[in-house]
């Protein structure tokens, strides 16, 4: 298994057909996940595709992740903990300039997977909302959001099958609340098919 150090990204590429795994190996850890049409880098994983065709925000099992071109590019074929969020961006410097004035500001999320990103030619004004796996965002009946820590426990994992050729980002995520107040790493790893 590769491992993402804490508060850290990486990119690489996922072939159609491959499985992706990602793991919380010590647990209540987010990971940031983007992905990218490796043909034509502007096509790009979408939270409003996915919430209309799938039609719900609780994604899991058996649901598909859609570009913004309405092409599936993963699909959760594994999901041992039930709960993702599709809604917030990645954290960034002004992320925690905003909710954590008292701390040290961080990149996060956003840079990380800018500086990852780079070099297959994806810039940070491509960087869309990320699926953010294990992560803790329930939804009040008035419309109001809470980040709670991960319900992710050591040793979870998501699976996501490649239905295209694609470039991922991916991160050990940076931001205070939605780990809990800790970091930890993440693990991944690729399978054929």
Do not use: W
Request: glycine share 10%; proline share 8%.
């Amino acid at each position: 298994m590769n491992v993402i150090p804490p508060r850290s990204g990486t990119a690489f590429r996922l072939d159609a057909g491959q499985t992706l795994r990602v793991t919380d190996p010590g647990g209540t850890q987010v990971a940031d996940l983007l992905a990218y049409s490796a043909d034509d880098v502007r096509e790009v994983i979408s939270n409003g595709r996915t919430f209309d065709y799938e039609e719900t925000i609780a994604l899991t099992k058996g649901h598909v992740l859609y570009s913004n071109r309405s092409n599936p590019m993963l699909e959760i074929t594994a999901d041992t903990v039930g709960r993702h969020d599709f809604l917030l961006t990645p954290c960034s410097k002004a992320t925690f300039r905003h909710f954590y004035p008292g701390k040290p500001v961080h990149r996060g999320c956003f840079g990380n997977l800018a500086e990852a990103l780079e070099p297959f030619g994806i810039n940070e004004d491509s960087i869309p909302t990320a699926f953010n796996v294990f992560m803790n965002v329930p939804v009040a009946e008035d419309g109001s959001l809470e980040v709670l820590p991960p319900p992710s426990r050591a040793g979870d994992h998501i699976d996501l099958l490649a239905r295209m050729d694609c470039i991922i980002g991916l991160t050990a995520c940076s931001a205070y609340a939605s780990n809990g107040g800790d970091f930890g790493p993440i693990g991944y790893e690729i399978n054929p098919g």
